[in-house]
């Protein structure tokens, strides 16, 4: 019987980095779906170019479609920081492609209030926002498995406190 490998995956919620927010883009859904059916059911250009209505409303259900695929976990966790034994792997959401980090090509991590960094041998630098992990409860987790796995690997980890409150 195989043995169970030990994984940790820290669901993060969909990095917002459209300029309509998730409400406004299904908002904006909603009214061309509303538009084309009001045109469907009204009987102007009955004999003109009807079929591009339906056209229109496909394109709109598609369009809700990708929305709510993207944003909301309709098919599972689509975006998480998953630890592995040896890597750590970040997916961003349903349409990326997962970034794999093997722990030996792992120089340092930095971890700093809101952001983590992870510096690879070759140079290059990854930088994750901590604004992605939805909750107090769920951030310490994170820190925490950060920390074992450093310590589990011999990466260096360096810590910058968070600025006290005045």
Do not use: C
């Not at 479609?65 to 349903?94: C, D």
């Not at 926002?129 to 107090?136: D, H, I, W």
């Amino acid at each position: 019987m195989p043995r169970a490998t030990k994984t940790t995956r820290i669901r993060l919620r969909p990095a917002d980095t459209s300029k309509v927010p998730f409400w406004g883009q299904l908002l904006i859904g909603g009214l061309w779906i509303a538009y084309t059916l009001f045109l469907i059911s009204s009987d102007e250009g009955i004999q003109d170019y009807h079929f591009l209505h339906y056209v229109f409303l496909v394109f709109s259900l598609v369009y809700i479609g990708y929305v709510l695929v993207h944003n909301a976990p309709v098919f599972g966790t689509q975006s998480y920081l998953e630890f592995t034994p040896g890597y750590i792997v970040h997916k961003g959401g349903l349409f990326r492609a997962k970034q794999v980090f093997a722990a030996e090509s792992i120089e340092a991590i930095d971890l700093a209030p809101m952001q983590l960094r992870i510096r690879l041998r070759s140079n290059d630098l990854y930088t994750l926002s901590l604004r992605e992990v939805k909750g107090p409860k769920r951030r310490e987790k994170f820190k925490a498995e950060i920390r074992q796995f450093a310590a589990e690997y011999t990466i260096t980890l360096r810590e910058t406190a968070p600025a006290p409150r005045v």
